[in-house]
């Protein structure tokens, strides 16, 4: 199966760089590269111009809008997306082919763990993961940073989900879509990836209150 890797990029010019030399270093390639600007102002494209990508420019604002757009435009079977401030294992890849093709799964995720707040542990993200399962009635639950599906199933749900990132989590309704079509996601405990804190760090109130409370809407929304 060939793999098209999607980076969803606003203004990321101090962390992309990073991100493209984890992909350009994977001990097994992607198929292509996607970087969707979505409406950058600073040197984001001009940064990811010096690696061998496709740019595709997405002029509706917001992270559903960048995310549809690059997994509408991938050309091949995985859709792999990470966020620009991800710092990628050399392996992700190489361990995302060997999981869909070992195992019938339509989705795929692991830990998602800190690397600027002192802090390099799975423990948050496994507990999500559990909360997660018990309220998906045993199902995994996809995490943003760390998401990888299939274009097949991308294709059954595309005309479904929901636009509105002030009603949903995008990750938890991506995924309580491929359930309610039929879908499997996998998590593999060992597809760890480094994310920022910066979204917590800038904006804590949004991050510590408004998160829980979209969650709790999104959940609420496909009752």
């Known amino acids: 199966m060939k793999l098209s890797a999607i980076i969803l990029a606003h203004n990321e010019e101090k962390y992309i760089f990073k991100c ?6 994977q001990e097994e390639k992607a198929d292509e590269i ?4 979505n409406n950058c102002s600073d040197k984001t494209v001009e940064i990811a111009k ?3 990508v496709r740019i595709i420019k997405e002029k509706k604002q917001g992270m ?14 995985i859709l792999a997306r990470c966020d620009a401030d991800d710092i990628l294992p050399p392996d992700w890849i190489k361990r995302i082919k060997k999981n869909f093709s070992s195992k019938k799964i339509d989705g795929l995720t692991g830990p998602v ?16 993961s559990t909360f997660m399962k018990v309220i998906l009635k045993g199902q995994e639950v996809i995490m943003g940073p760390n998401m990888i599906i299939t274009k097949a199933i991308w ?3 595309a005309s479904k989900v929901c636009l509105d990132e002030k009603l949903v989590h995008e990750d938890v309704d991506l995924t309580i879509h491929i359930i309610e079509n039929g879908g499997k996601v996998y998590h593999d405990n060992n597809l760890v990836v480094k994310s920022s804190t910066r979204r917590a760090k800038y904006n804590p109130l949004s991050f510590f209150v408004e998160y829980p409370i979209r969650l709790l809407k999104t959940i609420e929304l496909h009752r």
């Not at 493209?20 to 270093?25: A, P, R």
């Not at 799975?122 to 999500?128: D, G, K």
């Open 20 to 25: 493209l030399e984890c992909l350009q270093n």
């Open 50 to 52: 010096n690696f061998p």
């Open 113 to 128: 763990v800190p690397y600027d707040a002192g802090l390099s542990t799975t423990l948050f993200a496994n507990v999500y």
């Open 34 to 37: 996607i970087v969707i600007d």
């Open 155 to 157: 294709n059954k749900i």
């Open 64 to 77: 559903i809008f960048a995310r549809n757009r690059g997994f509408n435009e991938a050309r091949f079977e």
